[in-house]
């Protein structure tokens, strides 16, 4: 059992930058595959990025790829995802997510959700 809780959400204009953070509970974080889904108003939750238990290795989504990091510290038990070049379209509540096992983009795969913090962009 694992507890996320989502930390650094704001408002930004188009162009800025924010920070977000996740710390987990537990003595096993390193062993969780770590990601980052965000879902607007209206919309269903999409993928966002992920990041493997080491570290080492990370996927994208398209819509943010260049423009987001994900990157994590084992010792702390928190995953962060970096913004920048933030755009209105990235509007949405960021949900960290939790699992065992490989990384996937696959919302249904992750076992373990943070409460979300609110992003919102403006133009």
């Known amino acids: 059992q694992v507890q996320l809780v989502e930390s650094g959400g704001g408002s930004v204009q188009a162009g800025g930058s924010l920070s977000l953070s996740c710390a987990a509970s537990?003595?096993?974080?390193?062993?969780?595959?770590m990601g980052w889904f965000r879902q607007a108003p209206g919309k269903e939750r999409e993928f966002v990025a992920t990041?493997?238990?080491?570290?080492?290795?990370?996927n994208y989504a398209d819509s943010v790829k260049g423009r987001f990091t994900i990157s994590r510290d084992n010792a702390r038990n928190t995953v962060y995802l970096a913004m920048n070049s933030l755009k209105p379209e990235d509007t949405a509540v960021y949900y960290c997510?939790?699992?065992?096992?490989?990384?996937?983009?696959?919302?249904?795969?992750?076992?373990?959700w943070g409460q979300g913090t609110q992003v919102t962009v403006s133009s």
């Open positions: 997510a939790a699992k065992i096992g490989a990384r996937t983009t696959i919302r249904v795969d992750y076992n373990y």
């Open positions: 537990g003595r096993t974080f390193s062993t969780y595959t």
């Open positions: 990041i493997s238990g080491s570290g080492l290795s990370t």
